[in-house]
């Protein structure tokens, strides 16, 4: 089958690309040439907020719509020049309430324009902001505020009850949006300040290597990483997505992430604005006639999404397609989890587009591994390394791997958006760069003989479910809060539209019987602790679950159990 497929090429499609061809494009390039489209290449002085946003209002995109937003009861658009006007109204807000460079500033919202301007008026300030996605519940909020020790945050009365503010001594502001009522005490009314707020505005210039971004990401084991991203990463976000996803100045532009995860950010906010596209942001729940009408409707032409919704949309029909005009569309791309060649098929057939996949992940802060429209798609390959990326296949010691085995996916160190720190936690950050010269990914991959990348699978236990990382041991230690749960063991189980789904083994305290109510609560007890995507869709009880001596539950001897494998080693096993 692999045989099969990867002898399956599409070709480059045609001419009128950002891209030159691949090979040329690798040959000729540098970053330093990059920098040069940026002011503050002469000065080192530099604001990722006023590359994306400002500086296009001295040039004809300002009176261009920067945002189109919708959502059930919304309906609105924004030039270039109001974003900046409203982002810098906030920064005054923040500087109000003494926020300042260096600061951690949550942004805990449902997708809307106020959660982009609290993003862009933070970053103006000098602060690093630190996007939630609204699914997030009380542990997961809580977790992620005290580990970067946060002063601020901007969110809705809805999703106020799940911040725990009495027990986060660093956070002394919360700004509300959509508060009506009476204030506590060290709330503050989002509107009110806005209606107040000085529209005269200095941004704050920071350097190039000051902190920009925090995004919270899972490992396999503790708690969730803060990875810090620096403003220099703009370097990377602009060319990639001038030339991944090929954004031009007519082009209307559709990224479906939430900015809770660093899609939503690098290519929901940065790369599209940096490249003065137009960004369409739709509100609410997915549903495929809401997508396809949101392409219709504004016409997009180019559109980032991920496996997990190409195969909703799969599932959902071709009849359903064809009740749609999206002839509009002229370049699709996806991201996030392994994406199957017969989601490439359906999409030559139904949208008669390739779509084109791209690897990277919250740490690279931006696009490394892509097809690109210039290229050929082998469908199911991950593509090439963009220019100025190193990337190869290693062994445990560092090793370059030949053509066609497998190994670690591993990167050069150096490439502009490369995250800087992990919070808290240089041990951690170390992890990634054991291999001289060389940045640890953790998926395993080959590299065919044309140079193309082909996934394999995580080394570690980290679950990919419908294109969301989930930390295992987080969902584990929840589980095991539970009173019922005296050990619980937590995998990535194969599904066909998710990728993975997660599975938890479970065993019970004494006094304990198993029965459906209370296999509900314990998933309800996940879910609310931390976010309905954390939390296991199956649930099976096991009277003990295979350990360590010392004490570890071998996650992958439940995967063996779940996928009917031999266990392979159990030397280390308890009896
Ligand atoms: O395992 C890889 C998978 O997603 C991981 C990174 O997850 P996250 O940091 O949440 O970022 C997702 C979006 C940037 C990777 O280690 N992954 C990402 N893209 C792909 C992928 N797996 C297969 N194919 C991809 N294109």
């Known amino acids: 089958m692999n045989e099969m497929i990867q002898k399956k ?22 970053w330093e040439d990059v920098e040069k489209q940026f002011s503050w290449h002469t000065t080192n002085k530099v604001n990722m907020a006023y590359e994306a946003i400002d500086r296009h209002v001295d040039t004809p995109l300002k009176n261009k719509t920067a945002l189109y937003y919708s959502d059930a009861s919304r309906d609105e658009q924004y030039t270039f020049e109001e974003l900046k006007a409203l982002s810098d109204k906030f920064g005054n807000v923040l500087r109000k309430y003494g926020i300042q460079k260096g600061d951690r500033v949550f942004v805990f919202m449902p997708r809307t324009p106020e959660l982009y301007v609290s993003v862009l008026g933070t970053i103006k300030v000098g602060a690093i902001v630190g996007p939630l996605f609204e699914a997030f519940m009380e542990g997961a909020v809580r977790d992620r505020l005290e580990d970067s020790g946060a002063v601020a945050i901007i969110t809705t009365p809805a999703l106020l009850s799940r911040v725990p503010v009495s027990e986060l001594p660093a956070l002394k502001h919360v700004i509300l949006f959509g508060e009506d009522g009476e204030l506590a005490e060290g709330q503050i009314s989002y509107e009110k ?7 005269d505005f200095e941004i704050e210039w920071v350097d190039r290597e000051d902190g920009l971004i925090l995004h919270y990401t899972s490992g396999s084991t503790g708690k969730p ?10 370097i990377q976000h602009y060319q990639t997505a001038k030339w991944v996803l090929d954004l031009q100045d007519s082009d209307v532009y559709w990224c479906t992430a939430d900015p809770g995860w660093v899609t939503g950010t690098s290519y929901g906010i940065f790369g599209p604005w940096l490249n003065g596209a137009t960004n369409v942001v739709r509100g609410g729940r997915f549903s495929p ?11 997009v032409t180019v559109w980032y999404s991920a496996p997990t919704a190409f195969r909703m949309l799969m599932g959902a029909g071709d009849e359903l397609v064809k009740q749609f005009d999206l002839a509009s569309l002229r370049h699709v ?7 199957n060649p017969e989601v490439v098929y359906w999409g030559m057939k139904v949208f008669a587009k390739r779509i084109h996949d791209t690897w990277w992940m919250t740490e690279t802060g931006g696009q490394l591994i892509c097809n690109y429209a210039t290229m050929d798609v082998k469908p199911g390959s991950m593509g090439k390394p963009f220019p100025g990326i190193v990337a190869a296949i290693v062994d ?29 936690n240089p041990a951690k950050y170390e992890e990634y760069f054991r291999l001289e010269g060389w940045y640890v990914s953790g998926d395993s991959a080959y590299m065919d003989e044309d140079g193309y ?15 969301e990382r989930v930390g295992p041991f987080e969902v584990e230690s929840k589980l095991v809060e539970h009173p019922a749960v005296a050990e619980a063991g937590v995998i990535g189980k194969p599904d066909p539209v998710r990728g993975e789904i997660i599975k938890a083994f479970i065993a019970l305290r004494d006094g304990y019987e198993e029965s459906e109510e209370l296999l509900a609560e314990i998933r309800q007890f996940v879910k609310i602790g931390l976010a309905a995507h954390a939390a296991p869709r199956e649930i099976e009880v096991r009277d003990k679950l295979p350990k360590t001596r010392s004490g570890k539950i071998m996650r992958r001897v439940l995967k063996a159990w779940e996928l009917g494998l031999p266990t392979g080693d159990l030397s280390t096993m308890e009896d």
């Open 225 to 234: 990483k803060g990875i810090l991203h620096v403003h220099n990463a703009m």
């Open 333 to 339: 791309l996806s991201v996030g989890e392994p994406l």
């Open 9 to 30: 090429v599409f070709p480059v499609t045609g001419e009128g690309y950002n891209m030159p061809a691949y090979e040329e494009a690798y040959k000729n390039f540098a």
């Open 396 to 424: 445990d010691e560092g090793n370059e791997l030949p053509p066609n085995r497998m190994g670690n996916l591993a990167i050069k160190t150096g490439w502009p958006s490369m995250m800087r720190r992990v919070w808290n």
């Open 193 to 199: 300040e806005m209606e107040q707020a000085s529209a």
């Open 453 to 467: 990348f082909w996934f394999q699978g995580r080394v570690d236990d980290v679950i990919m479910t419908a294109g």
């Open 289 to 299: 006639q809401d997508w396809y009408s949101t392409i219709e409707k504004y016409k």
